[in-house]
């Protein structure tokens, strides 16, 4: 989990820092088409229960500097990407 943590913010500082073209990589996201795959085959995952209480204690040994803080935001079964918007965020 560390490791996952240091990586992702590695490469999202890396990605705002080099400013990578981000008109072109808009112009590439407008290019997209839809999968047509529907949306009601997507289902909700929920956000409570004995896997989100057991990802919470796993943030809870995580060491941070003072002043900063680790929570869960979302479980999302195979996340495998960060994005960046248009504005850096």
Not at 81 to 86: I, L, S
């Amino acid at each position: 989990m560390r490791h996952l943590i240091k990586y992702s913010s590695a490469i999202a500082a890396l990605i705002l820092v080099s400013g990578i073209a981000k008109a072109d990589n808009m112009e590439k996201l407008g290019n997209m088409q839809a999968t047509g795959t529907k949306s009601a085959a997507f289902g909700y995952v929920p956000q409570t229960g004995d896997y989100a209480d057991q990802l919470r204690k796993n943030l809870q040994q995580i060491k941070l500097p003072p002043g900063f803080k680790i929570n869960l935001y979302a479980i999302v079964p195979d996340a495998r990407h960060m994005a960046v918007g248009p504005k850096g965020s």
